[in-house]
T-cell receptor, first 115, second 113 residues
Framework: DQQVKQNSPSLSVQEGRISILNCDYT??????FLWYKKYPAEGPTFLIS?????DKNEDGRFTVFLNKSAKHLSLHIVPSQPGDSAVYFC??????????????FGKGTKLTVNP | ETGVTQSPTHLIKTRGQQVTLRCSSQ?????VSWYQQALGQGPQFIFQ???????GRGNFPPRFSGLQFPNYSSELNVNALELDDSALYLC????????????FGPGTRLTVT
């Protein structure tokens, strides 16, 4: 049962335009969400996170929006650059006994930014 | 500041063998988590270590085991390797077991033949 879903395996945008990556989750116990970027032959790199007490978090060109009622979050990249081409993973976590922070990942969306 | 490092980079093993993967956490981080990423999938949580003790485990059989050392580095051991264990194994470190971002190493690519 996939608790975190990224329904678009790939996305292609033009340089300078907005990239919007979407993520849905099913577990209402999730209260912390993260986006990671992964280049080939490298580990995932942390991009941005958001707590469930917020509905928006911004960091430079990256903004994450959270819609708790819809169990949906999105990552906006503005403006998109060719160096943003990578696989983007959405991840979620919820409070666990013992405090361990198990991250549950989606399958990823491959973003291609064309010059 | 040194990031998360993992060794080896690649490994080929035969079914039934045992393997040990190693991870050095980022400076100042005392929590290490291990993930398995199969081809075309997102990383899946194996387990987490905090101050040398297992602190949460995912849906993996007991033949997946680990250790964390006093310097917070960690090992992942897999016994009786199966073909389905072929994957990228990722180690991530974080400041504490609480609500902190996890920082990943480059991974170890394990192939079981």
């Amino acid at each position: 049962d996939q608790q975190v879903k990224q329904n678009s395996p790939s996305l292609s945008v033009q340089e300078g335009r907005i990239s919007i990556l979407n993520c849905d989750y099913t577990n209402s116990m999730f209260d912390y969400f993260l986006w990671y970027k992964k280049y080939p032959a490298e580990g995932p790199t942390f991009l941005i996170s958001i707590s469930s007490i917020k509905d928006k978090n911004e960091d430079g060109r990256f903004t994450v929006f959270l819609n708790k009622s819809a169990k949906h979050l999105s990552l906006h990249i503005v403006p998109s650059q060719p160096g943003d081409s990578a696989v983007y993973f959405c991840a979620a976590s919820g409070r666990r006994e013992g405090g361990s922070e198990k991250l549950v990942f989606g399958k990823g969306t491959k973003l291609t930014v064309n010059p | 500041e040194t990031g998360v490092t993992q060794s080896p980079t690649h490994l080929i093993k035969t079914r039934g063998q045992q393997v040990t993967l190693r991870c050095s956490s980022q400076s100042g981080h005392n929590t290490v988590s291990w993930y398995q990423q199969a081809l075309g999938q997102g990383p899946q949580f194996i387990f987490q270590y905090y101050r040398e003790e297992e602190n949460g485990r995912g849906n993996f059989p007991p033949r997946f085991s680990g250790l964390q050392f006093p310097n917070y580095s960690s090992e992942l051991n897999v016994n009786a390797l199966e073909l389905d264990d072929s994957a990228l194994y990722l180690c991530a470190s974080s400041l504490s077991r609480g609500r902190n971002e996890q920082y990943f190493g480059p991974g170890t690519r394990l192939t079981v033949t």
